[in-house]
């Protein structure tokens, strides 16, 4: 199995940081979320980023 990682839309403030360091460009943000796509590729940048720690692993 692959590790991806996933957003908790409850504590996402939108800021937009994760999706600026993805080398996949596999975030989307809206105003107020980030949503991580399929095509994530696990490397955990944007987890190690996250200012309000809401990304987390998952197993795909």
């Known amino acids: 199995m692959k590790t991806k990682y996933e957003v908790d ?4 403030t939108g800021c ?3 999706a600026a360091l993805c080398p ?3 975030i989307e943000v809206d105003a ?3 949503t991580i796509t399929d095509e994530c ?3 955990g940048i944007c987890a190690d980023f ?3 720690s809401v ?5 795909s």
């Open 50 to 52: 996250c200012p309000v």
């Open 32 to 34: 107020i979320l980030a």
């Open 24 to 26: 996949v460009s596999a």
């Open 9 to 12: 839309p409850d504590g996402c």
């Open 16 to 18: 937009g940081g994760c």
């Open 41 to 43: 590729i696990g490397c």
């Open 55 to 59: 990304i987390d692993r998952r197993k």
